[in-house]
Nanobody
Framework: QVPLVESGGGSVQSGGSLRLSCVAS????????MAWFRRGLGEEREGVAATSGGPGLSYYADSVKGRFTISRDNVNPTRIYLEMNNLKPEDTAMYYC???????????????????WGQGTQVTVSS
């Protein structure tokens, strides 16, 4: 069973918006740090946004600050969202959701710290 499942990707024009969703299988994930990463064609994986378990602190890559918002569902805290506004062609990538168990030091946008990963959802932004 895939522990994390993403949805909400698609194709939009530059300046458009999309909302990605990621749901985790198991209530324990409500206390996990969770994050969104992306990988464009021929590029390395990049941390986009992350949110801590519990207090809900958020972190963003400079490239998306002011345009993207990560949030956790108040009713079902095993689900997170990535609201993406003013999308640009350079945002085109496969977007992945990831989760990190609590109890360890945390660098929010570093992928090697995340234990569980989804299969990704494609976002394509045309100019």
């Amino acid at each position: 069973q895939v522990p994390l499942v993403e949805s909400g990707g698609g194709s939009v024009q530059s300046g458009g918006s999309l909302r990605l969703s990621c749901v985790a299988s198991g209530y324990a994930y409500s206390m996990y740090a969770m994050a969104w990463f992306r990988r464009g064609l021929g590029e390395e994986r990049e941390g986009v946004a992350a949110t801590s378990g519990g207090p809900g602190l958020s972190y963003y890559a400079d490239s998306v600050k002011g345009r993207f918002t990560i949030s956790r569902d108040n009713v079902n805290p095993t689900r997170i969202y990535l609201e993406m506004n003013n999308l640009k062609p350079e945002d085109t990538a496969m977007y992945y959701c990831a989760a990190k168990p609590p109890g360890q030091s945390w660098e929010p946008l570093q992928p090697q710290q995340y234990k569980y990963w989804g299969q990704g959802t494609q976002v394509t932004v045309s100019s």
